[in-house]
């Protein structure tokens, strides 16, 4: 792997470590729903107190915009944190000023406490020399354990590691380590599936994956307007006709590349996209005018799995159907189950992740027996389109 500055032979009784996590967890009244970030962070927290280090939990959470917001406050996960790591984690009121560094001051070896959320003050965000600076001001070095803010260029995330002593968290590490094993230096042949409503969100995407791997799967709505490129009928199905042209050179570009492309050939349609509207299984020739594609068919599912098959790497990005709602859901479902029985039986090494990808394959009940799945939403989409995470780049050994 590339060579990141870690925490194994650094001395911590007794040091103030900052340490970055990824807090921004989905809450609802006040009540942490899906804890899997926290979980992901939970070792580096205990592993450093257990050295007799100061823990300081350093995070963002939604987007305040440079102002206190209570109904932004990591209080709530804070109190998450303590259930998860069955430990004491006091909270400060703020990240910086005289109360935090009070609170600073007071801890003891092996002590936990959280501050409240960075993006209360405008600097976090702005990478303010001045802010970093008041930061670093709590801490003896700067653990950076977030790789799901590591696309941004704020304070926490990357200012820190220019003043105070940078290192790479354990979490941080699994997840670099994954991806490398999935696109830097995979085994051969690499399947991308790539999913998700819009092209234009994902053409930097592409244009990366297609200089490295074999076979790209496209899923999602996206699926719509490549079909639509190559002349089909897609009925009412969501499109986006102004990238027909660049979902066209898309394809020609694949070609000339000698990388396949894997497009639906049929799919389930219905004529709403509502609970319980009656929906059937078509080939893509007979979508009729009226028709929404709102998920692959079992023709699709069955190349998508042979192509699987013949795979030793996949990353997966997207699900395939609008399957938030069922029956849509069963396309992903069904490739979800093939990828981790591939995976299970040693035959295919599988990297997931971004936004709705981890809620889809956590549907699909199959999330533990994936090689790995990132808990990083637009950090994850920016490796793969192959740009440099600035809380990553600040981590290296010079
Ligand atoms: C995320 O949830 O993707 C990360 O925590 C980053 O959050 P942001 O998109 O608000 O920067
Ligand atoms: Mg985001």
């Known amino acids: 792997m590339d060579k990141f500055r870690t925490l194994d032979s650094v001395e911590l009784k007794g ?9 921004n967890v989905p809450v609802e009244n006040g009540v942490v729903t899906d804890a899997t970030r926290i979980e992901r962070v939970a070792p580096a927290i205990t592993e450093i107190a257990d050295k007799g280090g100061k823990v300081i939990l350093l995070s963002h959470f939604g987007r305040p915009k440079g102002k206190r917001d209570p109904k932004q406050s990591l209080k709530p996960v804070a109190a998450e944190v303590a259930r998860i790591i069955k430990r004491p984690v006091r909270f400060a009121e703020d990240c910086i000023g005289e109360v935090t560094e009070r609170a600073v001051a007071a801890m003891k070896p092996g002590d936990i406490l959280c501050l409240e959320n960075t993006r209360f003050h405008a600097g976090e965000e702005k990478n303010d020399p001045a802010f970093v600076a008041t930061l670093a001001k709590l801490g003896d070095l700067w653990v950076n354990d977030a790789f799901s803010a590591a696309h941004r260029a704020h ?56 200089k490295k791997v074999e076979v790209l799967i496209v ?29 066209r050179k898309i394809i020609d570009e694949a070609r000339s590349a000698h990388r396949e492309v894997v497009l639906p050939v049929d799919g389930v349609v219905a004529k709403k996209f509502e609970a319980g509207a009656p929906s059937r299984t078509v080939l893509v020739p007979d979508v009729g005018e009226g028709d929404m594609i709102l998920d692959i068919g079992p023709r699709t599912v069955e190349h998508v799995v042979s192509v699987l098959a013949r795979s030793r790497t996949l990353i997966w990005n997207g699900p395939f159907g609008a399957f938030e ?43 533990d027996r994936l090689t790995y799945v990132s808990t990083a939403g637009g950090a994850f989409l920016e490796w793969l389109e192959g740009k440099p995470l600035p809380g990553v780049e600040v981590l290296r050994v010079q």
């Open 155 to 210: 304070a926490s995330t990357e200012g820190l590691g220019h003043v105070l002593p940078a290192y790479a968290g354990p979490s941080m590490l699994a997840e670099l380590g994954a991806l490398e094993r999935a696109l830097e230096n995979p085994q051969r042949p690499v399947a991308a599936i790539i999913g998700g409503a819009k092209i234009s969100t994902k053409l930097d995407l592409l244009a990366n994956l297609l």
């Open 219 to 247: 899923g999602g709505a996206m699926a719509n307007t490549f079909l639509l490129a190559l002349g089909k009928k897609v009925g009412k199905s969501l499109t986006e006709p102004d990238l027909a042209d660049t979902a």
């Open 325 to 367: 709602m069922q029956p849509y859901d069963n396309g992903t479902i069904e490739v979800a189950e093939a990828a981790a029985e591939l995976t299970q039986a040693g035959k295919l090494v599988t990297v997931a992740g971004g936004g709705d990808t981890v809620a889809a394959l956590n549907a699909a009940g199959v999330t």
């Open 15 to 23: 040091k103030r470590v900052l340490l970055r996590v990824d807090l």
